[in-house]
């Protein structure tokens, strides 16, 4: 089935305490992408790749970082999280060679950083 | 920079009545592409629309259909026929030049019976 995961789907923290939410896709897809979902302000892009070991900044990207050394992977690492970073997070794919099509969701994961 | 408006932050509409969600646009970039995704309570994202800059045709997907004028920079999403499914958050979105994404902040629709 093609699908993209994440996990965990659901996450609580401490202020300081690294982690990391995974996200894998099995469609061979380039595009891959992170958003977080808060209340009142839709989806915002923290970062995205197009393609292995290239990513970039998106409109939201302080106090995350991701790496993208295989195609199927995508893993979004907060070294340092604070509060304001409890959010949903999603992360998405899209079909290969054809830049941001459709998009295709993880589940998300809520993350509680207390 | 592209910005993305949704200025409808709730609607009604009458089940089996059509309905429009606004969605204007901003960009500099001359090839761009605009989407609008799904999110009922349960929390996933479907897609459900797209629309290419230089589409001259308006999408239209079963009883979903993007109404795009270019000059207005709008690309409002009609629903026809209303189902109680269609309940939901909706987000209109804009991929540039560099495939940046912004979405809009939504609109919940609610079905009435």
């Known amino acids: 089935e093609a699908q993209v995961t994440q996990n965990p789907r659901y996450l609580i923290t401490v202020t300081g305490k690294k982690l990391t939410v995974t996200c894998s896709q099995n469609m061979n897809h380039e595009y891959m992408s992170w958003y977080r979902q808060d209340p009142g302000l839709g989806l915002r892009q923290i970062y995205y790749s197009m393609n292995v070991e290239v990513t970039d900044k998106g409109d939201v990207p302080e106090g995350y970082k991701v790496s993208r050394k295989e195609k199927r992977n995508f893993p979004l690492i907060l070294e340092s999280p604070s509060p304001n970073q409890t959010s949903l997070y999603f992360c998405?794919?899209?079909?290969?060679?054809?830049?941001?099509?459709?998009?295709?969701f993880g589940p998300g994961t809520r993350l509680t950083v207390t | 920079a592209q910005k993305i408006t949704q200025t409808q932050p709730g609607m009604f509409v009458q089940e089996k009545e059509a309905v429009t969600l606004d969605c204007t646009y901003d960009t500099s970039d001359q090839s761009y592409g605009l989407f609008w995704y799904k999110q009922p309570s349960s929390g996933e994202m479907i897609f459900l629309i797209y629309?290419?800059?230089?589409?001259?045709q308006n999408a239209t997907e079963g009883r979903y259909s993007l109404n795009f004028q270019k000059a207005r920079k709008s690309a409002n999403l009609v629903i026809s026929a209303s189902q109680l499914g269609d309940s939901a958050m909706y987000f209109c979105?804009?991929?540039?030049?560099?495939?940046?994404?912004?979405f809009g902040t939504g609109t919940k629709l609610q079905v009435i019976p």
């Open positions: 629309q290419g800059s230089y589409d001259e």
């Open positions: 998405a794919s899209s079909l290969p060679g054809q830049g941001v099509d459709e998009q295709y």
């Open positions: 979105a804009i991929s540039g030049g560099y495939q940046k994404v912004t």
